[in-house]
């Protein structure tokens, strides 16, 4: 069945350095994907999201880049701060679709 | 403004009980959504409704029943809890209502726990 997973279940990195969280898809007719950051006890929310006719978009600190060809996608953290320690989730939304599907999430914990 | 608003926010059942989850949204949003988060795993969708009025089944439907009481509210119903319905549960909404467009809004979760 349409799955979204990710390679890597936790990630440590270090204050001030850049983190990169992936995501791999397997609905090549999805065209709309969606990272989520979720803090503890929290309900997801948005980061950032891109459209299949891109590969990529930016925003404040955080960039997600798509990969057609594998499906394959990254969020891209900048300057990583105590505050992005959280889990991520991408999400995919199949063409013409009603809902997301999920990922497992990544657990982001970032070292003093 | 409130956003996406569930109750309750903690929940114990013993096995056999009922239980509505009560979700309500002040974004007019025409599309609502039911998730479940267990741990390791992502949210997956219980049901949604694209529109007041419409509900249809999504990833994993047993156990539950949905009601789309008006295009605000959208309840979720376990008419007999198990153990295995343990978990937190999720509302989203969204702007569109034949798709998804843009991003879901999600509440902060319900945690339910059957005994």
């Known amino acids: 069945g349409e799955s979204v997973g990710l390679h890597l279940p936790t990630l440590s990195v270090q204050e001030g350095d850049n983190s990169i969280i992936n995501c791999a898809y397997s609905n090549s007719a999805s065209d709309y994907f969606i990272w989520y950051k979720q803090e503890s006890g929290k309900g997801p929310q948005f980061i950032i999201d891109i459209r299949s006719n891109m590969d990529k978009r930016q925003g404040q600190r955080v960039t997600v880049l798509l990969n057609k060809t594998v499906k394959h996608l990254s969020l891209q953290i900048a300057a990583t701060q105590p505050g992005d320690s959280a889990v991520y989730f991408c999400?995919?939304?199949?063409?013409?679709?009603?809902?997301?599907?999920f990922g497992p999430g990544t657990r982001l914990s970032v070292l003093p | 403004n409130a956003g996406v608003t569930q109750t309750p926010k903690f929940q114990v059942l013993k096995t056999g009980q009922s239980m509505t989850l009560q979700c309500a949204q002040d974004?007019?949003?025409?599309?609502m959504y039911w998730y479940r988060q267990d741990p390791g795993m992502g949210l997956r969708l219980i049901y949604y409704s694209a529109s007041e009025g419409t509900t249809d089944k999504g990833e994993v439907p047993n156990g539950y029943n949905v009601s789309r009481l008006n295009k605000r509210e959208f309840s979720l119903r376990l008419e007999s809890a198990a153990p295995s319905q343990t978990s937190v549960y999720f509302c989203a909404s969204n702007p569109g209502g034949g798709r998804v467009t843009g991003e879901l809004f999600f509440g902060e979760g319900s945690r339910l726990t059957v005994l």
């Open positions: 999400a995919e939304n199949p063409a013409y679709g009603q809902n997301f599907v």
């Open positions: 974004m007019n949003h025409n599309s």
